[in-house]
């Protein structure tokens, strides 16, 4: 980046990118979470993927959720 007047060089994104198989593998096997891409300076740097697992609420022997 120039600082002197804060214009941003021109990026030239690659044809495809191998991140973005990362990312369609990661969407792919996840059920519930998120993934998460990081860029600096305009370019992918790393790819994190959070899956959450859920559990059904607890219900009690007249099947009235529990407190």
């Given at each position: 980046?120039?600082?002197?007047?804060?214009?941003r060089?021109?990026?030239?994104?690659?044809?495809?990118?191998?991140?973005?198989?990362?990312?369609?593998?990661?969407?792919t096997?996840?059920r519930?979470?998120?993934?998460?891409?990081?860029?600096?300076?305009?370019?992918?740097t790393?790819?994190?993927?959070?899956?959450k697992?859920?559990?059904?609420?607890?219900?009690?022997d007249?099947?009235?959720?529990?407190?």
């Amino acid at each position: 980046m120039n600082t002197k007047t804060n214009e941003r060089p021109p990026v030239t994104p690659p044809p495809e990118a191998d991140w973005l198989d990362v990312v369609r593998r990661n969407v792919t096997g996840l059920r519930f979470g998120s993934v998460q891409i990081i860029v600096h300076e305009g370019r992918v740097t790393q790819i994190e993927s959070l899956e959450k697992t859920r559990f059904p609420a607890s219900r009690d022997d007249n099947g009235a959720p529990q407190k």
